[in-house]
């Protein structure tokens, strides 16, 4: 399954892509769809103290952004990207209109990606590369 994710980089290019025009885009394309309504955003599960959708999108990035970069080298880039992203985007919320700057939705970036780090460096503390 991880050579399939470094062999074919394309799906993690795939999915940054997704998520940067989602997170662009002036108002809820995703409840544009749902519910005919492009102020009104999808909701997983109820939030927290961070918004719960970020979290999860932070973490499934993270976790495709690993498992197409095995190298050391190129992983401390990826850290780097995923938490500079997980920043200018909520930013970028200031400017765009019908979107709003939220801390919780910051904290949800932020904590979705550092999750998967913290996940990342306890199994290749503890876990024996095969």
């Known amino acids: 399954m991880i050579k399939i994710f ?4 394309v799906i993690f290019y795939f999915t940054n892509f997704c998520l940067i025009f989602l997170y662009l885009f002036p108002g809820s394309l995703l409840g544009m769809i ?4 492009k ?14 959708n970020h979290f999860y999108v932070f973490c499934l990035i993270s976790i495709i952004g690993f498992m197409s970069y095995l190298e ?16 200018i985007l909520e930013i970028f919320h ?7 700057f939220q801390w919780s939705d910051l ?5 979705g990606v550092l999750m998967v ?9 503890y876990v024996p590369n095969k």
């Open 34 to 37: 749902i519910y005919d309504n």
């Open 94 to 100: 200031l400017f765009i209109p019908e979107r709003s």
């Open 39 to 52: 102020s009104i955003q999808p909701q997983i599960t109820p939030d927290f103290f961070i918004s719960s």
């Open 117 to 125: 780090i913290l996940i990342k460096n306890i199994i290749n503390k």
């Open 72 to 87: 050391i080298k190129k992983i401390k880039y990826l850290i780097i990207y995923l938490i500079f992203l997980s920043i």
């Open 107 to 111: 904290f949800g970036n932020l904590l």
């Open 6 to 9: 470094s062999k074919f980089k």
